[in-house]
């Protein structure tokens, strides 16, 4: 039986605005508004306006709310401060990974745990099976919040304009309490473009009005609304993970590459350990594969699932790929034998429906902004 996918509180301002929609992970999402390639370049260069609500919160609270963090995801969550937030992944027993988060210390006793929108369900369920014997409390809050990002160089002063929030003074990787046009929010400090930039998290109720206040705050800088297709060109320049990509339950965080997410420092046990532990004496040995970059030489775009190829031989696969505006050449990302992972390596290429297409390996990410 097929359900109608979900619709987040600006459904209709996004159709108002010709928006070609898209099922995305149940939900009904901007897939883009007019030009992927216009929407890209105002991120990069002025600043974009996305909706963000098909996000999974979250929410922890009570005395051992920190304990349950410890014990279900692998980072060390006790050393997260008031006001700050903490990129991590919650694995399995085997150390496959299920998700990968954020988790903001809104208060000592209370979390919000951000989960990607295809994994919500599966990360409420583990962190509330986690969470059994815990003094605390596992809250799904979903339906409580929309979740709203102006990313891009502009951002900061178009939300400057509308809040009296210290701005200034909020870090990458925190989040504050205030109010953005009149509209009570959660501002925090991240994303995920390669930009600076701020995801606001306010009740549905007000996601309309904030959105407009967004728009027109942002009109004499060139803010336009953008949608997940140029989200996926920003965050694939960026060399951030997409999860169903580069990140899946058959990998753990050190086949990722993203080993340092895991802290065997923290007391007690968490779940993963034991494998996570195995995993990292592997990859510290010889790791049979590595996440790399790679740049086309030609013009034909590769697609995940792609084979990569080096003396007639499969030596990886695409996990992502995508022509990149801001380099002008189709990209990808790839898991690749560890024998050809090294920047610059020569012979190597992607096979292209039957051609081999030449292309450089490059180390991540390929774009960084300049500070």
């Not at 002025?46 to 304990?67: N, Q």
């Not at 996990?319 to 034998?337: E, H, R």
């Amino acid at each position: 039986m097929s359900t109608a996918p979900r619709l987040t509180a600006l459904d209709a301002l996004h159709r108002s605005l010709g928006a070609t929609m898209t099922d995305f992970a149940g939900w009904d999402m901007p897939l883009r508004y007019a030009s992927e390639r216009d929407e890209h370049n105002a991120v990069r260069t002025r600043a974009g306006l996305f909706d963000l609500s098909h996000m999974g919160e979250i929410t922890l609270t009570g005395p051992e709310a920190v304990k349950v963090l410890d014990f279900a995801l692998v980072g060390n969550i006790s050393t997260v401060g008031v006001g700050r937030a903490r990129y991590t992944h919650i694995c399995r027993e085997d150390g496959g990974i299920l998700d990968d988060l954020i988790v903001y210390r809104l208060g000592e006793t209370e979390f919000m745990v951000v989960a990607n929108a295809s994994n919500a369900q599966v990360v409420l369920d583990a962190i509330t099976e986690r969470a059994a014997g815990f003094d605390a409390e596992v809250r799904d809050d979903r339906d409580a919040y929309a979740l709203l990002a102006v990313q891009g160089p502009e951002s900061s002063d178009i939300l400057k304009s509308l809040t009296d929030a210290d701005l200034d003074g909020l870090k990458y990787y925190a989040g504050l309490p205030g109010t953005v046009a009149g509209v009570p929010a959660l501002i925090a400090r991240t994303g995920y473009t390669g930009e600076d930039g701020f995801e606001l998290f306010v009740s549905p109720e007000h996601a309309v009005e904030l959105w407009q206040a967004l728009t027109k705050a942002g009109e004499g800088v060139g803010l336009i609304p953008c949608g997940l297709s140029c989200r996926d060109t920003l965050r694939l320049e960026a060399g951030m993970p997409l999860y169903g990509h580069e990140l899946t339950t058959a990998l753990t965080p050190f086949d990722a590459g993203l080993g340092r997410v895991v802290k065997f420092e923290k007391e007690g046990d968490f779940v993963g350990r034991a494998a996570l532990e195995t995993a990292a004496e592997r990859a510290a040995s010889a790791a049979p594969r590595k996440l790399v970059g790679l740049i086309a030489e030609g013009r034909r775009v590769p697609r995940a699932g792609f084979p990569v190829v080096a003396d007639g031989q499969v030596i990886g696969e695409v996990t992502s790929g995508a022509p990149s505006p801001t380099l002008g050449k189709p990209i990808a990302m790839a898991y690749v034998d560890a024998s050809h992972a090294a920047p610059g390596t020569s012979g190597v290429g992607v096979d292209i429906r039957g051609t081999h297409e030449p292309y450089e390996v490059v180390a991540l990410p390929f774009y960084k902004r300049q500070k």
